[in-house]
């Protein structure tokens, strides 16, 4: 497996620190980040806040959605997390070490996955922005067309990454040994332990979008992208 880049202190701007002081994976981030670590990220982990109000993403995300979704799911996972690693070694981990060390192991496979839904929520939430969608910024439009020839086609391989998961899952913007691509997990499987980083994620487990959509997954990731994307929040993760 490769290891994660690392990334250089003076490439992490605030928005970043902001995300990952807020996200329960705070302190692995951190150290790799060269900032010291901290006991933030230890168990119990607490449910990280919505970066915005839960009728922010209204109409593409229904108020009602995300309530659920947020307030029962990722709150759910959260729960069941601290519950399983309470009085384990995992109980000193910090989320994003807790998602790679379980990763791949039949018998923590409970830890695992709902630690990395966790991890994988409130990823979600940031990738998102009211009034989002559009021009993304200068830096990451000239990637995105080094590496899939336009922004547009950019976004037709996430559609694709969306829709051609099979069941549940996310679909995935990393980079990958410095290439943009487009991939897709199942489950709560994440790219991080592929050693890929992240830039931003779209959920399309039924929960994310039935009650707005119903089966229509294609027409609510094709909203998310024209109209919440968050392309700033993908560029600072890009570092
Ligand atoms: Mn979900």
């Not at 379980?102 to 409970?110: I, V, Y």
């Not at 966790?118 to 969608?133: A, D, E, I, L, R």
């Not at 991939?183 to 399309?204: F, K, Q, R, Y």
Request: proline share 6%; hydrophobic share 45%.
């Amino acid at each position: 497996m490769e290891t994660r880049d690392e990334k250089q202190p003076g490439a992490v701007n605030l928005d970043r620190r902001r995300f990952l002081a807020m996200s329960a994976g705070a302190a692995i981030s951190l150290a790799l980040a060269g900032l010291p670590a901290n006991a933030a990220g230890k168990a119990p982990h607490a449910l990280p806040p919505l970066p915005y109000a839960a009728d922010a993403l209204s109409p593409v995300i229904s108020a009602n959605t995300l309530s659920f979704h947020y307030g029962k799911h990722h709150q759910g996972y959260l729960t069941n997390l601290n519950r399983l690693v309470a009085d384990t070694p995992f109980g000193d981990l910090p989320l994003e070490e807790i998602v790679i060390q379980t990763a791949g192991k039949k018998d923590l496979a409970a830890i695992f996955n709902n630690a990395a839904q966790v991890w994988n929520h409130t990823f979600y939430w940031h990738s998102m922005t009211p009034g989002g969608g559009g021009e993304p910024p200068a830096a990451l439009k000239q990637k995105m067309i080094a590496d899939f020839g336009s922004v547009d086609d950019c976004k037709q391989a996430l559609l694709r990454a969306c829709t051609s998961q099979f069941g549940s899952g996310w679909a995935w913007l990393v980079l990958d040994n410095g290439t943009l691509r487009a991939v897709n997990t199942g489950n709560a499987e994440t790219p991080l332990t592929a050693g890929m980083t992240p830039l931003i994620t779209i959920d399309v487990w039924e929960h994310a979008y039935y009650l707005d959509y119903q089966n229509r997954r294609s027409d609510y990731a094709a909203a998310v992208l024209d109209k919440l994307i968050n392309w700033e929040f993908a560029l600072e993760n890009a570092g």
